[in-house]
């Protein structure tokens, strides 16, 4: 009898994580890495982190595979909670000049501008903050993401558990000293029921700084008419 994934790559059984399915980037983090299908993050494909709240060092966590993308391709942060931390992204040796940074006014400005950046795919990565989204919006997403090659990860509350989603993968991510608690809750294999723990280097260029997260800044008012657009805080 011929296994699942002889048949067709995006069948596995239920007791195997799926293998040969999606392509995927390696995520940096040993113990992550072997509870993830193809050993890392799947790229043209929804992943969902969930958090009580931003800056808990969901962006550390991702750091590593960030830092494999190609210079050229920028990574795009659509609707973040904060202006990104310069400081921070620099001491990773990730190059701010990739930022694409992107703060919609309205709730679908949002979905559009994503789903365009999916479309598009000159981007490398794609991380989106969406705390209020619909499932329909969700799928609609994820259908743009398979026709790409980029590192999609939509960053939602840890509420968000509660509900359905289209996302092969998705995470709860709780704090922890040093690091996170990861808790897989979806995944294409059988069910992780213990959590993992991942540690996480510091996520600031100097003593002063350390403290905050990459994403620690208000961001700032918008420009009135005749004002230029403030820069990303430094």
Same mark, same amino acid.
């Given at each position: ?15 195997? /994580? ?6 995927? *980037? ?11 299908? #193809?050993?890392? !993050? ?7 982190? *969930? ?20 210079? =050229? ?15 921070? !992204?620099?001491?990773?040796?990730? #190059?701010?000049?990739? +930022?694409?940074? &992107? ?5 679908? #400005?949002t979905l559009w501008a994503a789903?365009?950046? /999916?479309?598009? $795919?000159?981007? $490398?990565? +794609?991380?989106? !903050? ?47 000293? $040093?690091?996170?608690? &990861?808790?897989?809750?979806?995944? =294409? ?13 510091? $996520? %600031? ?9 990459? *994403? #620690?800044? =208000?961001?700032? %008012? ?13």
């Open positions: 009898m011929q296994s699942p994934e002889r048949i067709h790559p995006a069948l596995w059984r239920a007791t195997q /994580l799926a293998q040969g399915a999606a392509r995927s *980037l390696p995520t940096g983090h040993a113990a992550l890495s072997a509870e993830l299908p #193809d050993g890392g !993050w799947p790229l043209g494909s929804l992943i969902e982190l *969930l958090a009580p709240h931003p800056g808990i060092g969901e962006i550390r966590l991702l750091r590593p595979a960030l830092a494999q993308l190609e210079t =050229r391709r920028p990574i795009a942060l659509v609707q973040p909670p904060h202006a990104p931390h310069i400081a921070s !992204w620099m001491s990773w040796r990730l #190059d701010p000049r990739q +930022l694409l940074w &992107v703060a919609p006014e309205k709730p679908a #400005d789903e365009q950046i /999916l479309k598009n $795919g000159s981007c $490398g990565a +794609l991380i989106c !903050w969406l705390p209020r989204v619909r499932p329909e919006s969700l799928r609609r997403l994820h259908l743009a993401a398979q026709a790409s090659d980029l590192l999609f990860v939509a960053l939602r509350p840890s509420a968000a558990a509660q509900n359905a989603t289209p996302a092969p993968l998705r995470l709860a991510l709780a704090p922890a000293p $040093g690091g996170l608690s &990861v808790h897989i809750l979806k995944r =294409r294999g059988p069910v992780c029921d213990k959590p993992l723990y991942i540690g996480l280097e510091p $996520g %600031a260029a100097s003593s002063s700084s350390s403290r905050h997260a990459p *994403l #620690d800044r =208000r961001l700032p %008012a918008l420009p009135a008419a005749g004002r230029p657009t403030p820069a990303l805080a430094a």
